[in-house]
């Protein structure tokens, strides 16, 4: 349904109160406080009515498809706003004479933004049973310790007849 005849079948309350909502700066109750006249009632009512109005399919539909047009709206601001930024540079690059440091930096600038620049990490994952971890690290161990015996000097132990005089 479009978002005009969604908007007809909601109360100007409702429709309030869906935008309220939308912005995701306010709760269902400061919605609702801000949306009705809520002076009289208490904090428990007040809860109950807003989340009976979230409840409502036409209103939490309409709550939907504004986070969806704000969203869609942020996007096409963030693609303008990079589309102008790259055609900036692109400008830089070609009028800036061949020792300006504008113009390298602006080849940086541009080659960051299509991701030329990135290191690529793999990270390989495996799955192990908990008996070959074990396995592994026994050995592991093992081998720590064979190493640091043999770096280790031999320690002469004195016997009773040794004299220490």
């Known amino acids: 349904m479009e978002l005009a005849n969604m908007a007809n079948k909601l109360t100007a309350k409702q429709m309030a109160f869906a935008r309220c909502m939308a912005s995701g700066t306010m709760t269902q109750s400061a919605a609702y406080r801000e949306t009705y006249s809520a002076g009289n009632m208490s904090g428990a009512v007040i809860r109950n009515e807003a989340s009976r109005l979230m409840a409502n399919h036409d209103i939490a539909i309409m709550v939907e ?7 869609r709206a942020l996007l096409a601001q963030g693609l303008s706003d990079k589309d102008r930024v790259l055609e900036r540079l692109r ?5 800036a004479s061949p020792t300006d ?3 390298l930096r602006a080849a940086e600038l541009l080659g960051k933004s299509v991701g030329l620049f990135k290191e690529v990490t793999a990270t390989v994952s495996i799955d192990r049973d908990a008996e070959s971890v ?4 026994e ?12 770096q280790e000097p031999e320690q002469v132990v004195p016997s009773e007849n040794d004299s220490l005089h």
């Open 134 to 137: 074990a396995s592994e690290l």
């Open 139 to 150: 050995r592991r161990l093992e081998s720590l310790l064979t190493a640091s015996q043999e």
């Open 65 to 71: 498809r504004l986070i969806g047009d704000q969203e």
């Open 91 to 95: 400008t830089w690059i070609d009028d």
């Open 101 to 103: 440091s504008n113009k």
